[in-house]
């Protein structure tokens, strides 16, 4: 069975009513179901569940066709129909609106009321995002049979902490279809994320179509990008959902793409391109694909840029536009002489200022277009307006200098999902912490060493006091990012959910909701039901890679790939820098950053060693299978290189079983304590190794990028058995 496949047995074992049968400790009173985000107020009415074949739906005040359109998708989410008359029970949705003149801009009115009693939902929205934000909860609430679904009394309050709730999805360095996008847009819509941001261009591909200048896809998107009918297209599919699409167009830096196609642009002498070039993070062989920038000081450049933009800002109708102005490369301009004199006579004292003055121009363009320019934090040493929104990625406190200087800003610090943590980190990151992400300790230290000339940008700072209420009123809200160097459009899904969805619960929900036991209570419901209603290709991408593989093999990989899950921070993308595109069929590229058959195996290692020993038989079970199943392993993987590579954590995982069962049986002796101690002191170093953000720390890394997840279990039970002498 597959993970996903799995997951859903457990849930149906499990989970067969609506409270899981987990034991006492974690199955708390289902204060708030499995909705994801948590809503502002929520009082539950009552145990009582009304069933409903049908809902008829009654409008009342301002809708559209567009509204009407949604609705139709909420009977289908709900597996329920507005037409059949032939059923018995009828419910009904009786929807209180207004117009907003603000729907898809920055102060819409996303609030919305609702009321369920006895088969009766009353809904107020202060609009058509709060209708839509309101339709997503009944999904969320609907307990549901085959042709049927019930709801439990409730009345709900909501509305959204922050206003700007995005995801961020780097289609330049792996495309991402027109299909697979529309995935995410019904995802987001579902746990009410609001903004799609597209980082359309960097150095491996420009991604839309230009009529202006066609080179841009002839030459530098490998056949692969958008036209801009399918922008269109999918501006439009977005926006039936409530959700903005902002385009990015990385300027000055990240531009080798355009200069691929624009060499008399560039900065520098563009490296040489790899011929086996396929599109990927790969393409330029021996150098950074990152590096090459424009060359600001040439008329032409702006020209250029100017162009290109107003092209595209007829295809993207957002009030934002996203113009990068992020890792400018000094050397590519300080390295060119006819820059180095340029910046002379103007008096630039380094590349930085350079770039200000270069941004600033960019930044009136837009302006004078109509649009508000969106940059990542390096735009704050530029001399530009305040109405300039600040992406802040490089540590946290930037969004203490931002907010200083009174710009609205984003929070992307900390929620970068490209750096597979699981969702518990990412949940526990508030958007107003200063020291929630950034360079610290042993890697600061060592970032220094080594002279990283990015280590203070990206350090925290531990002298900064808390964000001002002041301050707080400048942060818009933040966005989850997935940059793509180590993501393929099979892996897409399972690279953003269901670990978007805790960061849309922490932007969407109040401050006071972080009960991480409480979310990763939710979380497999919330995930099982993003791909039953969005994500609907999770499990065929997961059969398609794993039948790469000998037939023989696929049980033995499956179990070894449920309870593991990728090396986290940077690690993958130093892989990928060594192994190719090949490194995303590889077994690190299917592993998942969460794996919830080994979180509930940790829970149940909890709940056994604070005396329930009722869940033993399960612990049992599962560890029996993990224990047997190198020996299928072995037998199975059959010389395949990517499958040699995980010898050791297959043998590590059924040793680490193996240690489970003695605990279970409560015999260890010292000298086999001895042996677990080393196995799990191994596995400890194992995570160490990936521990550090951006750098490696001087440690082993492990087999084949993979992390065995039931470690904290193991140790949980270990410790739970004294040694017999
Ligand atoms: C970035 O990650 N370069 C914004």
């Not at 261009?201 to 399918?230: I, K, N």
């Not at 179990?559 to 090396?567: D, E, F, I, M, N």
């Not at 194992?686 to 065995?708: H, K, M, N, R, Y």
Request: proline share 6%; charged share 20%; with cysteine.
């Amino acid at each position: 069975m597959t993970k996903r496949n799995r997951l859903r047995a457990i849930l149906f074992l499990a989970c067969a009513s609506s409270l899981c049968m987990l034991p006492h400790s974690y199955a708390q009173a289902s204060s708030s179901a499995d909705l994801m985000p948590i809503p502002s107020v929520i009082s539950w009415q009552g145990n009582e569940e009304k069933t409903c074949d049908q809902i008829k739906i009654n409008w009342h005040g301002a809708h559209s066709p567009m509204l009407e359109r949604a609705s139709e998708r909420l009977l289908h989410s709900l597996r329920l129909s507005s037409r059949s008359d032939k059923k018995q029970t009828t419910c009904s949705l009786e929807i209180r609106s207004k117009d907003d003149p603000a729907y898809l801009a920055i102060g819409e009115r996303e609030n919305y009321r609702l009321t369920i009693h006895q088969g009766k939902i009353v809904m107020n929205a202060g609009g058509p995002a709060g209708i839509l934000h309101g339709f997503a909860t009944l999904v969320q609430l609907a307990g549901s049979t085959p042709d049927s679904v019930s709801f439990r009394d409730v009345t709900i309050s909501d509305a959204p902490r922050f206003r700007w709730r995005g995801l961020m999805i780097d289609v330049a360095r792996h495309f991402m279809s027109v299909s697979a996008l529309k995935r995410q847009i019904d995802a987001m819509d579902l746990t009410k994320l609001n903004v799609l941001h597209l980082h359309l261009s960097d150095g491996s591909a420009f991604r839309v179509e230009s009529q202006l200048f066609p080179r841009l896809q002839t030459v530098s998107s490998h056949g692969q990008y958008y036209t801009q009918d399918e922008i269109r297209d999918l501006v439009a599919y977005a926006a039936e959902r409530g959700i903005r699409v902002v385009p990015e167009f990385d300027v000055p830096g990240h531009a080798l793409a355009v200069l691929e196609a624009y060499p008399q642009l560039a900065a520098q002498p563009l490296p040489a391109a790899n011929a086996a070039c396929t599109g990927g993070s790969a393409c330029i062989a021996g150098s950074n694909a990152n590096n090459p920038a424009l060359d600001p000081t040439k008329p032409e450049t702006l020209d250029f840029v100017e162009k290109l933009f107003v092209e595209m800002i007829h295809l993207f109708p957002d009030a934002y536009f996203h113009a990068g102005s992020d890792e400018v490369v000094a050397s590519q301009w300080t390295g060119n002489p006819q820059i180095a004199s340029y910046m002379k006579a103007h008096n630039y004292p380094d590349a930085s200022a350079l770039q200000g003055e270069f941004t600033a121009k960019i930044q009136a363009f837009l302006a004078g277009q109509g649009k508000t320019m969106i940059g990542w934090d390096e735009v704050l040493s530029a001399p530009v307006p305040q109405s300039v929104v600040a992406d802040v990625w490089r540590s946290s406190k930037w969004i203490n200098a931002a907010t200083a200087k009174m710009h609205p800003t984003l929070v992307s610090s900390g929620y970068y999902l490209d750096l597979l943590r699981p969702a518990r980190e990412y949940y526990q990151i508030d958007p107003y912490n200063l020291m929630a992400s950034g360079l610290s300790g042993a890697e600061l230290e060592h970032a220094r060493q080594i002279h990283f000339r990015l280590a203070d940008a990206f350090a925290l700072d531990p002298s900064l006091p808390p964000l001002s209420a002041r301050q707080k009123q400048y942060v818009l809200g933040g966005e989850a990012v997935l940059w793509t160097e180590a993501v393929s459009e099979q892996m897409l899904n399972q690279r953003v959910w269901p670990r978007a969805a805790v960061i849309a619960e922490r932007l969407w929900s109040p401050e006071t909701v972080t009960d991480v036991a409480d979310m990763e209570r939710r979380l497999p419901h919330v995930a099982a039901q993003l791909d039953r209603l969005a994500l609907t290709t999770t499990q065929q991408d997961h059969e398609q890679m794993l039948s790469r593989y000998p037939a023989a093999s696929k049980q033995a990989l499956d179990t070894v790939l449920q309870v593991t899950s990728p090396v986290r921070n940077y690690t993958i993308n130093r892989m990928i820098k060594k192994a190719g595109e090949g490194l995303l069929t590889w077994p690190v590229a299917m592993a998942e950053p969460d794996s919830f058959p080994a979180m509930r195996f940790n829970q149940l290692a909890d709940a056994y060693a604070h005396g329930d020993h009722s869940v033993a038989l399960e612990l049992r079970r599962d560890l029996e299978k993990w224990s047997a199943n190198d020996d299928q392993f072995e037998k199975t993987i059959g010389g395949v290189a990517a499958l040699e590579m995980i010898r050791p954590v297959s043998q590590q995982l059924s040793a680490l079983a193996q240690a489970g069962l003695e605990a279970l049986d409560g015999t260890i002796d010292t000298a086999r304590r001895t042996q677990i101690e080393k196995l799990l002191a191994q596995q400890q170093e194992t995570f160490a190794a990936s521990s550090w953000q951006l750098l490696s720390p001087p440690l082993p890394q492990p087999a084949g990028g993979l992390l065995i997840d039931i470690v904290p279990g193991v140790r949980t039970l270990v410790d739970s058995v004294s040694t017999v002498h």
